[in-house]
């Protein structure tokens, strides 16, 4: 039986995130402005048309895949990525940190942009907020770090967007916002889970000091209409 995370972006669109949905029957799209990700119920040849018919025009589309596949001449790759898919069934001791977690809201959004576009933790947009449940850290007036929530497909919870400014690293800012947001996912029923770069070691190693396990690396297509 194929698991939900195997086609995590479709499943979210078809249950925790379908007030973001856009789409039919066998394709789904967040708008723009929340997320590039888009579903599909299958990776299919077909199906890829018909996403091709409902996105936006000059809209970046990102799929995610289990496995390799072959994306359509009517589409153009812009990137290709290796991710690692990770899942917190067993989480490691809570860590409560001395900071105090902020929650984000509109008026956050010029300083969420900003410190997302200094550090790349994935795409974010104008309103990527919408997913909910962002928090921050404050040094002053200044955003230095900001965690909050993104696919939520069925029972599982994606957390996304775990971001430090540079001058702040190496403090434990990561793993205080890490571990509420596992507390959170979990007070609700739910089962965390996050996407990372294969190659960002640091990073892995600081998602499996919290508990989280790798589940299987996922194919990540960034693609736009030819």
Partial sequence: ?????????W??????NKNL?????????????????????????????ILHDI?????????????????????KTVDFLKVQQMICETPAEQISGDEPLIPLSDQHIPAMLALTKLTVPGPFASRTIDFGHYVGI???????????????????AEISAVCTHPDFTG???????????????????GIPFLH?????????KVYEAMGFKARREMSFYIIKKS
């Fill in 196 to 204: 990372v770069k294969s190659e960002n070691a640091r990073a892995i």
């Fill in 1 to 9: 039986m194929t698991h939900v995370l195997d086609n995590p972006a």
């Fill in 55 to 75: 996105v936006p025009a000059e809209s970046i589309s990102a799929v995610i895949s289990p496995c390799e596949i072959v994306i359509p001449g009517s589409w």
């Fill in 11 to 16: 499943n979210a669109l078809s249950s925790g």
């Fill in 21 to 49: 949905s856009n789409g039919n029957g066998k394709a789904k799209y967040f708008p723009k402005e929340v997320s590039p990700f888009v579903g599909m119920e299958e990776n299919t040849p077909e199906n890829f048309e």
């Fill in 138 to 156: 404050f040094n002053g007036d200044q955003l230095i770090a900001m965690a909050g929530q993104r696919m939520h497909p069925y029972e599982f």
């Fill in 171 to 189: 403090r434990g800012l990561a793993k205080q916002l890490l571990s509420h947001h596992i507390r959170r996912i979990r007070e609700t029923g």
